[in-house]
């Protein structure tokens, strides 16, 4: 089993910056993939930004220059520096991992892992 927990989410202003955190836990061989996805009620969850084990990040066009993808491999952490934040901006904001895991019933897993979500709200 592996958790994701998304945290940092909240309302800021046009302007302003803000900083998602996600935390991947579990019985855990390695996590690879990391990436952030944002999604608006009724409409598809679309690819913020990438970064997979020793490759280079990817951002969506939208996120190039204003957001920046970081992790902490030590502890299995991925971060989401957002700045110069837009009302269009406002979604739920959703980590995705695929992490390697092992348990009793099965040595080797590879598991595609989302978190719960975290609403980034940019109003005044």
């Known amino acids: 089993q592996v958790q994701l927990v998304e945290s940092g989410g909240g309302l800021v202003q046009p302007g302003g910056s803000v900083r998602l955190s996600c935390v991947a836990s579990g019985n855990i061989l390695s996590v690879n993939d990391m990436a952030w996805y944002r999604q608006v009620p009724g409409k598809e969850r679309v690819l913020v930004a990438s970064?997979?084990?020793?490759?280079?990040?990817y951002y969506a066009d939208f996120a190039k220059g204003r957001f920046t993808l970081s992790r902490d491999h030590a502890k299995n952490t991925a971060y989401l520096q957002m700045d110069s934040l837009d009302p269009e901006d406002t979604a739920g904001y959703y980590c995705?991992?695929?992490?390697?895991?092992?348990?009793?019933?099965?040595?080797?897993?590879?598991?595609?892992?989302w978190g719960q979500g975290t609403l980034v709200t940019v109003s005044s």
């Open positions: 970064l997979p084990t020793g490759g280079s990040t």
């Open positions: 995705n991992a695929q992490v390697w895991t092992s348990d009793s019933n099965k040595p080797f897993n590879d598991v595609d892992a």
